[in-house]
């Protein structure tokens, strides 16, 4: 099976949803709308011609110069022959509210909790989205590009071991 | 007489004629207690590794009559952080600290735990001397075995020259106030 009947597939499906594709090194990426993620990838896993039914990863990511900033990024897997596809959705910072995939992979709960730990993505109907890496008293989302490299705020660090 | 090679180590200071000896008794307990430390290793990461090398057969802190490692708390004289401590783990290291007897000691081996090495970042602990009291500070990114050991005599030296009421003392109680441990 090719990358273009996966797209083929996905274009006759969703239409609009589908905003962007591309190839790279084989591997396909999709961008879509965050109204259709969730069927997205319930289509790519149950549709009896794609079957991509193990979830590799799926992360968070920060693109401060772009409208739509922050991302999720989900990449799905096909062991039958080996294929991998890339999913990617955007989300406005002051509303970064995604729904979860945990009703389609379990496994999908540590990381959309680690998505929001770092990045602060709210994932809709998730069963228990709280930090999971950070401490619980972390009161930023520390992976944002939002910080410069040497936090002049923080109190926590002495000068003297850092040769200031 | 048998010329076995065990290590003696040497008397305290005092006063001596056949058949008798005086000297303080703090002297005594600080005698026994530096040739007896049971360290409890506190390893996160490469310090650790290096920790190792010190217990293993060549280096031997076991001639510092430290072999007995205590993997508990309640036992143990002596902590020894080694490696770097998330602020996550902050609080387990603390109440390991509360949960030793009196006298305890801290040895902080490493950069990391010294002052967080080169993790100046938000999720690391910028030096264990934030949580708990530390007595003796080990520099190196790791360092040697060497090194450990003489921050373990470090140590020993402290142990040795405690007066017993120093942990009664108003100066320590206002120490342990401000970190928080009572």
Same mark, same amino acid.
């Given at each position: 099976?090719?990358?273009?009947?996966?797209?083929?597939?996905?274009? #006759?499906?969703? #239409?609009?949803?589908?905003? +962007? %594709?591309?190839?790279?090194? !084989?591997?396909?990426?999709?961008?879509?709308?965050?109204? %259709?993620?969730?069927?997205?990838?319930?289509?790519?896993?149950?549709?009896?011609?794609?079957?991509?039914?193990?979830?590799?990863?799926?992360?968070?990511? &920060?693109?401060? !110069?772009?409208?739509?900033?922050?991302?999720?990024?989900?990449?799905? &897997?096909?062991?039958?022959?080996?294929?991998?596809?890339?999913?990617? #959705?955007?989300?406005?910072?002051?509303?970064?509210?995604?729904?979860?995939?945990?009703?389609?992979?379990?496994?999908?709960?540590?990381?959309?909790?680690?998505?929001?730990?770092? +990045?602060?993505?709210?994932?809709?109907?998730?069963?228990?989205?709280?930090?999971?890496?950070?401490?619980?008293?972390? !009161?930023?989302?520390?992976?944002?590009?939002? +910080?410069?490299?040497?936090?002049?705020?923080?109190?926590?660090? !002495?000068?003297?071991?850092?040769?200031? | 007489?048998?010329?076995?090679?065990?290590?003696? *180590?040497?008397?305290?200071? /005092?006063?001596?004629?056949?058949?008798?000896?005086?000297?303080?008794?703090?002297?005594?307990?600080?005698?026994?207690?530096?040739?007896?430390? @049971?360290?409890?290793?506190?390893?996160?990461? $490469?310090?650790?590794?290096?920790?190792?090398?010190?217990?293993?057969?060549?280096?031997?802190?076991?001639?510092? /009559?430290?072999?007995?490692?205590?993997?508990?708390?309640?036992?143990?004289?002596?902590?020894?952080?080694?490696?770097?401590?998330?602020?996550?783990?902050?609080?387990?290291?603390?109440?390991?600290?509360?949960?030793?007897?009196?006298?305890? @000691? *801290?040895?902080?081996?490493?950069?990391?735990?010294?002052?967080?090495?080169?993790?100046?970042?938000?999720? *690391?602990?910028?030096?264990?001397?934030?949580? *708990?009291?530390?007595?003796?500070?080990?520099?190196? $990114?790791?360092?040697?075995?060497?090194?450990?050991?003489?921050?373990?005599?470090?140590?020993?030296?402290?142990?040795?020259?405690?007066?017993?009421?120093?942990?009664?003392?108003?100066?320590?109680?206002?120490?342990?106030?401000?970190?928080?441990?009572?």
């Amino acid at each position: 099976m090719d990358n273009t009947f996966i797209t083929g597939k996905l274009k #006759t499906r969703f #239409t609009e949803g589908i905003l +962007y %594709v591309n190839e790279h090194e !084989d591997m396909l990426t999709v961008v879509v709308a965050r109204e %259709v993620i969730h069927e997205v990838i319930r289509f790519l896993k149950e549709n009896e011609s794609l079957g991509f039914t193990f979830l590799t990863t799926l992360c968070g990511i &920060h693109y401060p !110069d772009q409208e739509l900033q922050l991302g999720v990024v989900y990449h799905l &897997h096909r062991f039958s022959d080996n294929t991998r596809i890339r999913i990617k #959705t955007f989300l406005p910072l002051g509303n970064p509210v995604v729904p979860t995939v945990t009703d389609l992979f379990s496994g999908a709960n540590w990381m959309e909790r680690e998505t929001f730990d770092f +990045y602060g993505i709210l994932f809709d109907g998730h069963p228990n989205l709280k930090r999971i890496l950070n401490v619980e008293y972390l !009161d930023y989302f520390p992976m944002r590009k939002e +910080y410069t490299l040497e936090d002049p705020t923080r109190e926590d660090k !002495d000068n003297r071991f850092f040769g200031r | 007489m048998s010329t076995s090679n065990y290590i003696k *180590v040497d008397p305290p200071e /005092g006063y001596s004629s056949p058949g008798l000896f005086a000297t303080t008794f703090d002297k005594v307990v600080g005698l026994a207690r530096k040739n007896s430390i @049971w360290p409890l290793p506190f390893a996160t990461s $490469c310090c650790g590794i290096e920790f190792m090398a010190t217990m293993g057969a060549h280096y031997d802190l076991g001639r510092f /009559g430290a072999e007995r490692l205590s993997f508990s708390p309640r036992q143990a004289d002596l902590l020894m952080v080694m490696g770097t401590i998330a602020k996550k783990m902050a609080p387990v290291v603390q109440q390991i600290y509360v949960q030793m007897a009196e006298p305890r @000691w *801290v040895i902080a081996v490493g950069a990391c735990a010294a002052s967080g090495g080169i993790f100046d970042t938000y999720s *690391v602990l910028q030096g264990i001397d934030r949580i *708990v009291p530390v007595d003796v500070y080990v520099p190196g $990114c790791p360092p040697r075995p060497e090194q450990i050991i003489d921050g373990f005599m470090k140590v020993q030296e402290l142990v040795g020259k405690e007066s017993l009421r120093r942990r009664y003392s108003k100066e320590y109680k206002d120490l342990l106030e401000s970190y928080g441990i009572r």
